[in-house]
């Protein structure tokens, strides 16, 4: 492990969860974070939460929508070259596949998979002439495991982030870059709020076939999100592969995340999905 700081850190959608904790945690080792943020209040509330743990010197947020990739590109020249990048910024597209709209779907992509990969195309030039550098980035379970009813473009994100991280790290490991993968399950972050809310939005309306898996999907966030750890635990994490020496390619974290990709192997996809089914209330012949 090293506790040298060659250079700054930039993490994307860091007003809240994930990014949020990793953003401080790196600050109080000692970092200099910068944080993109999709509008001023986010980037005044980050700024307060670095001041309230004075650590207002070392964050720097950066009013920033990742999935604008014009915007984007236009303002890198702005940015210092990064010796690390974690590319954080997502939400979950909560919806049936017969339900979620062809918009809908391209926004969700948008942002958890073209954008890490236009934030990391930026990045890069600055990290071959450093020599070195760390691109994280944070997918989840859900890119090892399709086994979420009513999150099929989620997953659909996920899989593809983990594909292309698994080909962007062996394009530039010549430059001494080295591409990481954290695959957290289920922590306290605003995304599992919004999509309960979501769903709830979804199980009100009329005549749809998926009313009742749309609220019991909204029950069981509910119950996640009173017993799943702290998002700290994977910004520790985050830490740790951008301090290694020698990071790993993948970091799964959480108790679930491990058992659900320990057991996949060895359980017939029939039993899964009739277990999904039934947790969904989806109908079952």
Not at 20 to 29: I, N, P, Q, V
Request: contains cysteine; proline residues 5%; aromatic residues 6%.
């Amino acid at each position: 492990m090293t506790t040298t700081h060659p250079g700054p850190v930039l993490v994307t959608g860091a007003n809240s969860g994930i990014g949020l904790a990793t953003a401080l945690r790196m600050a109080e080792r000692g970092w200099t974070v910068y944080g993109t943020v999709r509008d001023e209040a986010k980037a005044d509330a980050l700024r307060g939460v670095a001041k309230e743990i004075k650590l207002a010197r070392r964050v720097h947020p950066l009013v920033l929508d990742v999935s604008d990739h014009d915007a984007v590109v236009a303002g890198w020249s702005d940015l210092p070259d990064f010796y690390a990048l974690v590319n954080n910024a997502d939400y979950s597209e909560t919806g049936a596949i017969e339900e979620v709209t062809a918009a809908q779907a391209k926004a969700q992509l948008d942002v958890n998979l073209v954008a890490p990969a236009i934030v990391s195309a930026c990045a890069l030039p600055g990290m071959r002439r450093r020599g070195d550098g760390r691109i994280v980035m944070v997918s989840s379970v859900a890119g090892r495991a399709s086994v979420l009813p009513l999150n099929g473009w989620y997953h659909a994100s996920k899989f593809g982030l983990e594909a292309l991280s698994d080909v962007l790290r062996v394009e530039v490991s010549g430059f001494g870059v080295r591409v990481v993968i954290v695959e957290p399950g289920f922590f306290r972050t605003a995304i599992g709020d919004k999509s309960r809310k979501r769903a709830e939005s979804l199980g009100a309306r009329r005549g749809s076939p998926y009313a009742t898996a749309y609220d019991r999907v909204r029950g069981m966030l509910e119950l996640i999100e009173r017993v799943a750890p702290s998002a700290d635990v994977v910004a520790r994490t985050i830490t740790s592969a951008i301090e290694s020496r020698r990071p790993r390619h993948r970091y799964i974290v959480g108790l679930d995340a491990l058992a659900t990709i320990a057991t996949q192997p060895f359980i017939p996809r029939e039993l899964t999905d009739l277990a999904m089914r039934w947790v969904a209330g989806l109908p079952s012949r």
